[in-house]
């Protein structure tokens, strides 16, 4: 295979899963920032039909383009009853919210009452005490360049675990607990390990340093000011509130999980939304709407997500760049137990797409990609490149996005129930 048609694995960790997103890069390297093309509706619509055709129950999303929009969705909300998939739906967007934290932390930052090299130990000496306190610092919590472990791979060593979260109510103090007693994965700032426990931290120095909430300062900052009235955080409460479908678990036949506490995710990974507001949302962020100009540099500037593969893509603070054969786009990826979402922009906000999909899991022990995974990232890639884009660029830039689901707890054995 010539070089250039090399696979590049660009990981992209969210919640509950380690998604790996493959890009086959263009011969000559992508400009950043897609440019804008018609949106051809058609193809959308078809690519989008393919993906509940491919095994998954429904999927819903949302397309921008300059001014312009498409909203759709395809197959059905629930398995129990007849319901068509509705693009207005509430979906939960698990790591997505680390994105709302982020820049709840930097706006913090922009008013002079937190910086980026403090200490964390300065807010937080109780949680993280001593040498660790001093030396980590709120960048490398938001770029996950801590070294601190992710305490869902303590929290998840067995499909039995999922049970036991679904009706636990966890404070953040103990999930940080969880990650602080595990083996440190690098030296502070040395390189890029994905952990949870680093958002839960974010949220802490959010009430810490505003005496408020994190759910109440995301609510006044990001959710109130743009009118995204589809997005929250649900707390405690195990239900989504307004339109919604199911939230299915699949990796040895299909349960239904639609009703999950997720206090687990917290800070991490809590967030429920609708796709029209992720598109809203990343789009005043991208345009420095809610961010300074120096700050948002800041946000953008990025560490190697793959250190042997600095070429596949790099995490920000709390957003991450992905190379596709129409340029690079921005944004992050969240994966809960049923529901798996992508929200992904270009950075000068000619092209958008958010997309979810209601079933989680569903590759345990199958080949890889599977028939949805090619499906749903086919529908991604339309999205994001016009296929008048597409054949300008290369004929053989033909993008392959193989994804890889499994259970949190990296290489721990997985007991089945």
Same mark, same amino acid.
């Given at each position: 295979?010539?070089? /250039?048609? +090399? ?8 919640? !509950? %899963? ?29 690519? #989008? ?29 629930? =398995? !129990? &009853?007849? &319901? ?21 932390? =930097? ?5 002079? +009452?937190?910086? #980026?090299?403090? $200490? ?18 709120? &960048?490398? %919590? ?7 472990g992710n305490y869902t791979n303590a929290m998840i060593d067995s499909y039995a675990a999922i049970n036991r979260m679904q009706v636990t109510t966890y404070a953040p103090a103990d999930l940080v607990a969880m990650g602080l007693a595990l083996p440190p994965t690098n030296a502070p700032g040395a390189e890029f390990s994905y952990s949870n426990t680093n958002y839960i931290l974010a949220g802490l120095l959010v009430e810490a340093v505003t005496g408020n909430s994190t759910a109440a300062e995301v609510q006044r900052r990001i959710l109130r000011p743009l009118k995204l009235t589809g997005t929250s955080f649900p707390g405690t409460d195990? !239900?989504? +509130? ?14 239904? =999980? ?24 990343? &789009? ?5 709407? %809610? =961010?300074?100009?120096? /700050? ?10 793959? $250190? ?8 920000? %603070? ?28 270009? +950075? ?22 599977? $028939? ?13 490149? $016009? ?31």
């Amino acid at each position: 295979m010539p070089r /250039t048609l +090399r696979t590049l694995k660009v990981v992209a960790i969210s919640v !509950t %899963l380690v998604a790996t997103i493959a890009v086959v890069p263009v011969a000559a390297t992508a400009q950043p920032g897609a440019s804008a093309g018609k949106l051809d509706r058609v193809e959308l619509r078809a690519a #989008l039909a393919a993906v509940p055709e491919a095994g998954v129950p429904g999927v819903l999303a949302a397309v921008r383009d300059g001014r312009r929009d498409w909203r759709d969705a395809a197959g059905q909300a629930f =398995l !129990t &009853r007849p &319901r068509p998939m509705q693009p207005q739906m509430r979906h939960r967007i698990g790591s997505i919210t680390k994105t709302f934290v982020a820049t709840t932390v =930097l706006q913090l930052v922009d008013e002079g +009452r937190l910086g #980026l090299d403090d $200490p964390i130990g300065q807010r937080l000496p109780e949680i993280v005490p001593g040498e660790l306190g001093d030396q980590v610092t709120v &960048r490398m %919590l938001l770029n996950h360049t801590s070294g601190i472990g992710n305490y869902t791979n303590a929290m998840i060593d067995s499909y039995a675990a999922i049970n036991r979260m679904q009706v636990t109510t966890y404070a953040p103090a103990d999930l940080v607990a969880m990650g602080l007693a595990l083996p440190p994965t690098n030296a502070p700032g040395a390189e890029f390990s994905y952990s949870n426990t680093n958002y839960i931290l974010a949220g802490l120095l959010v009430e810490a340093v505003t005496g408020n909430s994190t759910a109440a300062e995301v609510q006044r900052r990001i959710l109130r000011p743009l009118k995204l009235t589809g997005t929250s955080f649900p707390g405690t409460d195990p !239900t989504i +509130r307004g339109p919604h479908g199911g939230a299915y678990f699949a990796p040895f036949g299909v349960r239904d =999980l639609s009703e999950f506490n997720m206090s687990w995710g917290g800070a991490a990974g809590e967030m429920i939304s609708t796709t029209a507001d992720l598109n809203t949302f990343f &789009r005043a962020l991208l345009r420095g709407d %809610l =961010l300074r100009p120096a /700050t948002l540099d800041q946000m953008l500037t990025r560490v190697p997500m793959v $250190p042997e593969l600095p070429e596949a893509g790099g995490y920000g %603070l709390g957003i991450y760049a992905l190379p596709t054969p129409c340029g690079e786009f921005w944004g992050h990826d969240g994966a809960v137990i049923g529901h798996l979402t992508y929200s992904l922009h270009s +950075r000068n906000g000619a092209r958008q797409v958010s997309s979810g999909i209601n079933l989680s899991h569903y590759q345990i022990g199958l080949p890889d990609p599977h $028939p949805i995974d090619i499906a749903w990232q086919t529908f991604l890639l339309t999205a994001m490149c $016009p296929a008048s884009e597409m054949n300008s660029r290369s004929s053989e830039a033909t993008p392959q996005l193989p994804s890889v689901t499994r259970m949190p707890g990296n290489d721990a054995v997985v007991a089945v129930p």
